[in-house]
C-alpha cells in the first residue's frame, strides 16, 4: 500500500516521506523538480478514498471548448450542473449529491474561492480558468480539514498548473454555435539556471448565448513565477478575470415553456406584462428572456493573487504557508418598472394637484470587497508510519453593498448616482487543525481535528423586501469539526470508512432578511461513508455507501419573517443517503468504457409549507401552513446516470461519446410533481485528432457535438404559490438548455 499523504491547510505541502527522503540539492533537477510539484499535489489532494475522483489535465483539455468550468465536470459522480444562458458559458453552477453551491467548499491551491457572504462560486468571475489548471479534486461529503476550513457537504480542490522544464508556448482557439468565440494563449520559459520559471495565459471568450441576449464577454489572465531553492521554494499566483453578461436569471414562464399559447395570455394577464412584453413572450420560443432592457447586465472584474513558501528543515519536517488576496468590484445593471419612489427612499413628485408615487427607473447594485489571510501548515514524519500535521488560517473579508440609481422618469430629490442604500460588511475567520495519520501493515488510519471561529457583521442600511432598513447585526460562532477515518487494503480490494462532523453559518441574505430575534442558527451535519473498491488491470469498480444526516439544515419553507423576507427556515432533520456506483473498463488499447450510478434518497422529516394567501379587505394579506409530513429536498435527484465511451481506432484519432440521466428533481421541498423539473437525457459527442506536422510539437483539431439527439430539457428552475380567492395559483419558471449545438476547437503546442 502506497504511503498515506497528509496535507495542509494551505495549498502546497505535505508530502510522503517516502516520496521525500532527501534534500532538494542531494538530487538532480529533474527529480528536484518532481520532488517540489509531489509537495504541492499531495498538499492539496484528500487521501485516495472512493468519495473522491480526481480529474486530470489531459481530461479536461480533451473537454474544454470554451464552455465554464461546472459544465465541464457535468459527466462526474453525483454532479448536476445548471447554465442560465442555456450553452455552458456565464452563469453556471453545479449540485454535488444535491448540494447547492453555498455548500461545496472551494479551494485553488488550497486557498479559500467561495463568497464569503454569500458561501456561493461564481465561476463567471474566473473564466477559462480550465487553462492554467493541472489537476481537480472533487470530494464529496465531509471534506478533510485541509480541503479548507468550510468543508461542508463536497469539496472541489483545484491545483494550478506544474511547472514545465522546457520552454513551451501554446494556442487555443475554439468557437461554434450562438456566435461562440475562445482564445487562450499560453506560454513559459521553463526552468532557467535551475531556480526560475515563468508562465503566463491570456484568454478571451465571447458567446450570445443560447437564451435571447444572454451573450458574454470574458475575459482573464493568469500568471505563475516560482523560484526553487535547495530546501525552499517561493511560488506567486495571479488569476484575474473580468465578466460582463447579459441578464438571464428571470427564467422562462411554465406556459412558455410548455408552448402552451392560452398559459401565456393568462400568466401575462396574472402579472400585468405590458402589450410589449407579451409580445416577446408569446413570439420567443425557448429562448425566451424576460430582460429586454440594451444594458441589464452584469459586470465585474476579479483578481486573485497568492504567494506560496514551503521550506524543508529536514527530511522529517516541512513548513508551508500561502498567502491570499482577493479584490473583487462590479453591479448589476437593471431596468426597474413602475418601482415605488418610497422604496428608494425618494418623496412623492407633485404634478398639479397630483402626486405621483412611482416610476420607472435604472439602477446599479454595487459590491466592492477585499478578502485577505494566511493559511499555514507544519508537517512532521516523527514515524516511517506515524505522521502529524498541524495548520489553520487566518481571514478577512471586508465588503461595502451599496445602489445608485442612474435614471429615473421621475428623479423626485435624487440626484444621480445617489446610494440609496449603503452597507459595509466584515467577517473574521480563524481555523486550526490537528491532523495524524497511522499506515501500518496495509492499514491506514487517520484523526483530523478542527476548530474554527467565525465573527460577521455589517452596517448601515439595505433594501429588504422591497423597503430600506437597517440591516445592523453582528454575530459569533465557534465550531468544532472532527473526522476519523480508516482504509484497509487486501491485494487488489480496498475498505474505506469515516464519519466526519461539520458546521456551516448562514449566508449574508439569512442575516440581511431578518433580525438577531428570528435569524436561522448554524447548520450541522453528520457524515458517514463506507466504501470498497476493486483494482484490476482491465476493470475498474466501486461502492460508496454515504449518510449525511442533518440537523437544522437550512430550507425554503415560503415563510416570511417580521421583515417581510422570505429567508430560509431550519428544518429539524433531514438527511440525504444513497449508493454510489462507479466502474470502469479497458477492453483494450482502443476502447473503453465507463459508468457511474448514484442511487438515493433525500428527505426532510416533517416539512411546514407556508403560502401566501391575499385577501380582498384588511388585513389584507396573510400566510397559512401545510403540514407535508416527510418530503423530498428540492434540486435532490434519486438517480443519476452516466455513461461513456472512449474510442481511439487509430494513435490520433480518439473518439468519446457520453450520456447523463437525472431523474426528477423538485423545484421545492413539498414532493408536489407540479412543481418539479422532468428526468431528462443528453448525450454529448467529442472528436479529437493530432495532425502530424513539422513546425509544431502537437497541432491538435476536435469537434464537440453537444445534446446530439436535440433533448428538450431543463436543468434548474424555481416556483412560488399564492392563494386568492380560495384558489392556489403556482408560478414554475425553467432555464431551458440548448438543443443540439457543436463547437471546434484547434490547439497548437510549440
Given at each position: 500500500?502506497k504511503?498515506?499523504?497528509?496535507?495542509?491547510?494551505?495549498l502546497?505541502?505535505?508530502?510522503?516521506?517516502?516520496?521525500?527522503?532527501?534534500?532538494?540539492?542531494?538530487i538532480?533537477?529533474?527529480?528536484?523538480?518532481?520532488?517540489?510539484?509531489?509537495?504541492i499535489?499531495?498538499?492539496?489532494?484528500?487521501?485516495?478514498?472512493?468519495?473522491n475522483?480526481?480529474?486530470?489535465?489531459?481530461?479536461?483539455?480533451?473537454?474544454?471548448?470554451?464552455?465554464?468550468?461546472?459544465?465541464?465536470?457535468?459527466?462526474?459522480?453525483?454532479?448536476?450542473?445548471?447554465?442560465?444562458?442555456?450553452?455552458?458559458?456565464?452563469y453556471?453552477?453545479?449540485?454535488?449529491r444535491?448540494?447547492?453551491?453555498?455548500?461545496?467548499?472551494?479551494?485553488?491551491?488550497?486557498?479559500p474561492?467561495n463568497?464569503?457572504?454569500?458561501?456561493?462560486?461564481?465561476?463567471?468571475?474566473?473564466?477559462?480558468?480550465?487553462g492554467?489548471?493541472e489537476?481537480?479534486q472533487i470530494?464529496?461529503?465531509?471534506?478533510?480539514?485541509?480541503?479548507?476550513?468550510?468543508?461542508?457537504?463536497?469539496s472541489?480542490?483545484?491545483?494550478?498548473?506544474d511547472?514545465?522544464?522546457?520552454?513551451?508556448?501554446r494556442?487555443?482557439?475554439?468557437?461554434?454555435?450562438?456566435?461562440?468565440?475562445?482564445?487562450?494563449l499560453?506560454?513559459?520559459?521553463g526552468?532557467?539556471?535551475?531556480?526560475?520559471?515563468?508562465?503566463?495565459?491570456?484568454?478571451?471568450?465571447?458567446?450570445?448565448?443560447?437564451?435571447d441576449?444572454?451573450?458574454?464577454?470574458?475575459?482573464?489572465?493568469?500568471l505563475?513565477?516560482?523560484?526553487?531553492?535547495?530546501?525552499?521554494?517561493?511560488?506567486a499566483?495571479?488569476?484575474?478575470?473580468?465578466?460582463?453578461?447579459?441578464?438571464?436569471?428571470?427564467?422562462?414562464?411554465?406556459s412558455r415553456?410548455?408552448?402552451?399559447?392560452?398559459?401565456?395570455?393568462?400568466?401575462?394577464?396574472?402579472?400585468g406584462?405590458?402589450?410589449?412584453?407579451?409580445q416577446?413572450?408569446?413570439?420567443?420560443g425557448?429562448?425566451?428572456?424576460?430582460?429586454?432592457?440594451?444594458?441589464?447586465?452584469?459586470?465585474y472584474?476579479q483578481?486573485n493573487?497568492?504567494?506560496?513558501?514551503i521550506?524543508?528543515?529536514?527530511?522529517?519536517?516541512e513548513?508551508?504557508l500561502?498567502?491570499?488576496?482577493?479584490?473583487g468590484?462590479?453591479y448589476?445593471?437593471?431596468f426597474r418598472n413602475?418601482?415605488?419612489l418610497?422604496?428608494?427612499?425618494?418623496?412623492?413628485v407633485?404634478?398639479?394637484?397630483?402626486?405621483?408615487?412611482?416610476?420607472?427607473?435604472?439602477?446599479?447594485?454595487?459590491?466592492?470587497?477585499?478578502?485577505?489571510?494566511?493559511v499555514?501548515?507544519?508537517n512532521?514524519?516523527?514515524?516511517?508510519?506515524?505522521?502529524?500535521?498541524?495548520?489553520?488560517?487566518?481571514?478577512?473579508?471586508?465588503?461595502?453593498h451599496?445602489?445608485e440609481?442612474?435614471w429615473a422618469?421621475?428623479?423626485?430629490?435624487?440626484?444621480?448616482?445617489?446610494?440609496?442604500?449603503?452597507?459595509?460588511?466584515?467577517?473574521?475567520?480563524?481555523?486550526?487543525?490537528?491532523?495524524?495519520?497511522?499506515?501500518?501493515?496495509?492499514?491506514?488510519?487517520?484523526?483530523?481535528?478542527?476548530?474554527?471561529?467565525?465573527?460577521?457583521?455589517f452596517?448601515?442600511?439595505?433594501?429588504v423586501?422591497?423597503?430600506?432598513?437597517?440591516v445592523?447585526?453582528?454575530?459569533?460562532y465557534?465550531?468544532?469539526?472532527?473526522?476519523?477515518?480508516?482504509?484497509?487494503l487486501?491485494?487488489?480490494?480496498?475498505?474505506?470508512?469515516?464519519?466526519?462532523?461539520?458546521n456551516?453559518?448562514p449566508?449574508r441574505?439569512?442575516?440581511r432578511?431578518?433580525?438577531?430575534e428570528?435569524?436561522?442558527?448554524?447548520e450541522?451535519?453528520f457524515?458517514?461513508?463506507?466504501?470498497?473498491?476493486?483494482?484490476?488491470?482491465?476493470?475498474?469498480?466501486?461502492?460508496?455507501?454515504?449518510?449525511?444526516y442533518?440537523?437544522?439544515?437550512?430550507?425554503?419553507?415560503?415563510?416570511?419573517?417580521?421583515v417581510?423576507?422570505y429567508?430560509?427556515?431550519?428544518?429539524?432533520?433531514?438527511?440525504?443517503?444513497?449508493?454510489?456506483?462507479?466502474?470502469?473498463?479497458?477492453?483494450n488499447?482502443?476502447?473503453?468504457?465507463?459508468?457511474?450510478?448514484?442511487?438515493?434518497?433525500?428527505?426532510i422529516?416533517?416539512?411546514?409549507?407556508f403560502?401566501d394567501?391575499?385577501?380582498d379587505?384588511?388585513?389584507?394579506?396573510t400566510?397559512?401552513?401545510?403540514?407535508?409530513?416527510?418530503?423530498?429536498?428540492?434540486?435532490?435527484?434519486?438517480?443519476?446516470?452516466?455513461i461513456?465511451?472512449?474510442?481511439?481506432?487509430v494513435?490520433?484519432?480518439?473518439?468519446?461519446?457520453?450520456?447523463?440521466?437525472?431523474?426528477?428533481?423538485f423545484?421545492d421541498?413539498?414532493s408536489?410533481?407540479?412543481?418539479?423539473?422532468?428526468?431528462?437525457?443528453f448525450?454529448?459527442?467529442?472528436?479529437?485528432?493530432k495532425?502530424?506536422?513539422?513546425f509544431?510539437q502537437?497541432m491538435?483539431?476536435?469537434?464537440m457535438?453537444n445534446?446530439?439527439l436535440n433533448?428538450?430539457?431543463?436543468?434548474n428552475?424555481?416556483?412560488?404559490?399564492?392563494?386568492y380567492?380560495?384558489?392556489?395559483t403556482?408560478e414554475?419558471?425553467?432555464?431551458?438548455q440548448?438543443?443540439?449545438?457543436?463547437?471546434?476547437?484547434?490547439?497548437?503546442?510549440?
Open positions: 500500500m504511503t498515506r499523504l497528509l496535507f495542509l491547510p494551505s502546497l505541502l505535505a508530502t510522503s516521506v517516502a516520496a521525500q527522503n532527501t534534500y532538494f540539492s542531494a538532480d533537477t529533474s527529480k528536484r523538480i518532481q520532488s517540489i510539484e509531489g509537495i499535489v499531495s498538499g492539496l489532494r484528500a487521501k485516495d478514498a472512493p468519495n475522483l480526481t480529474v486530470t489535465k489531459k481530461d479536461l483539455q480533451v473537454k474544454n471548448f470554451g464552455q465554464d468550468m461546472p459544465t465541464l465536470l457535468e459527466f462526474t459522480p453525483s454532479v448536476v450542473t445548471t447554465s442560465d444562458a442555456g450553452a455552458g458559458i456565464g453556471s453552477g453545479l449540485r454535488i444535491g448540494v447547492d453551491a453555498s455548500r461545496i467548499n472551494v479551494t485553488i491551491n488550497g486557498v474561492v463568497d464569503p457572504e454569500s458561501h456561493d462560486v461564481y465561476w463567471v468571475n474566473m473564466p477559462d480558468l480550465v492554467s489548471i489537476s481537480i470530494q464529496r461529503g465531509v471534506g478533510s480539514s485541509t480541503n479548507g476550513a468550510a468543508a461542508f457537504g463536497a472541489v480542490n483545484i491545483k494550478t498548473n511547472l514545465k522544464l522546457q520552454p513551451f508556448a494556442m487555443d482557439l475554439s468557437g461554434g454555435s450562438f456566435g461562440t468565440l475562445r482564445g487562450t499560453l506560454a513559459g520559459t526552468l532557467l539556471k535551475d531556480r526560475f520559471s515563468l508562465e503566463a495565459r491570456l484568454s478571451e471568450i465571447r458567446s450570445d448565448g443560447y437564451l441576449r444572454a451573450s458574454s464577454d470574458l475575459r482573464s489572465m493568469g505563475t513565477a516560482s523560484y526553487f531553492a535547495n530546501k525552499s521554494v517561493w511560488k499566483v495571479v488569476l484575474t478575470g473580468a465578466e460582463r453578461t447579459y441578464q438571464a436569471w428571470y427564467g422562462t414562464p411554465e415553456y410548455r408552448g402552451d399559447s392560452l398559459g401565456m395570455l393568462d400568466y401575462a394577464a396574472r402579472n406584462l405590458s402589450a410589449a412584453e407579451t416577446n413572450l408569446l413570439e420567443s425557448r429562448t425566451y428572456n424576460y430582460y429586454t432592457y440594451a444594458n441589464q447586465v452584469d459586470n472584474k483578481d493573487y497568492q504567494l506560496h513558501f521550506h524543508r528543515f529536514s527530511p522529517k519536517l513548513l508551508n500561502a498567502g491570499h488576496y482577493t479584490y468590484r462590479g448589476y445593471e437593471e413602475q418601482d415605488d418610497a422604496e428608494y427612499g425618494l418623496e412623492p407633485v404634478v398639479g394637484s397630483d402626486s405621483i408615487l412611482s416610476t420607472d427607473l435604472i439602477r446599479r447594485r454595487w459590491l466592492d470587497n477585499h478578502f485577505v489571510g494566511l499555514y501548515g507544519l512532521y514524519q516523527w514515524k516511517p508510519y506515524l505522521k502529524f500535521a498541524f495548520g489553520g488560517a487566518a481571514n478577512q473579508y471586508t465588503g461595502l451599496f445602489g440609481i442612474i422618469e421621475f428623479a423626485s430629490n435624487s440626484e444621480i448616482y445617489d446610494r440609496y442604500y449603503e452597507n459595509d460588511a466584515s467577517k473574521s475567520e480563524l481555523s486550526s487543525y490537528l491532523k495524524t495519520s497511522y499506515n501500518r501493515n496495509g492499514l491506514d488510519l487517520v484523526l483530523d481535528l478542527q476548530y474554527r471561529g467565525i465573527a460577521y457583521q452596517l448601515g442600511v439595505d433594501q423586501s422591497g423597503n430600506l432598513a437597517d445592523t447585526q453582528q454575530v459569533t465557534h465550531f468544532f469539526n472532527p473526522k476519523v477515518a480508516f482504509a484497509k487486501l491485494g487488489p480490494h480496498q475498505l474505506f470508512g469515516s464519519f466526519g462532523i461539520a456551516r453559518e449566508v441574505r439569512d442575516f432578511e431578518s433580525t438577531p428570528n435569524r436561522p442558527t448554524p450541522r451535519m457524515d458517514t461513508e463506507l466504501a470498497y473498491r476493486l483494482q484490476f488491470k482491465k476493470i475498474n469498480a466501486q461502492a460508496n455507501l454515504f449518510w449525511m442533518y440537523h437544522d439544515q437550512l430550507v425554503l419553507t415560503g415563510q416570511i419573517n417580521d417581510g423576507g429567508t430560509r427556515t431550519n428544518v429539524d432533520r433531514s438527511y440525504r443517503a444513497g449508493l454510489e456506483l462507479e466502474m470502469a473498463y479497458k477492453l488499447d482502443k476502447f473503453r468504457i465507463q459508468s457511474a450510478t448514484t442511487l438515493s434518497q433525500n428527505k422529516l416533517n416539512f411546514v409549507e403560502i394567501v391575499y385577501l379587505e384588511a388585513p389584507y394579506y400566510q397559512v401552513q401545510i403540514q407535508h409530513g416527510t418530503t423530498d429536498l428540492a434540486f435532490s435527484p434519486n438517480f443519476i446516470q452516466t461513456g465511451l472512449q474510442f481511439g481506432p494513435k490520433q484519432l480518439a473518439l468519446g461519446v457520453q450520456t447523463k440521466y437525472v431523474s426528477r428533481q423545484l421541498n413539498t408536489n410533481v407540479a412543481r418539479s423539473l422532468d428526468p431528462f437525457t448525450t454529448n459527442f467529442i472528436c479529437n485528432y495532425i502530424k506536422q513539422n509544431a502537437e491538435e483539431i476536435g469537434l457535438v445534446n446530439l433533448a428538450l430539457y431543463a436543468n428552475g424555481y416556483t412560488f404559490s399564492y392563494q380567492g380560495g384558489q392556489t403556482t414554475n419558471f425553467y432555464y431551458p440548448a438543443g443540439r449545438h457543436f463547437l471546434l476547437k484547434m490547439n497548437i503546442l510549440f
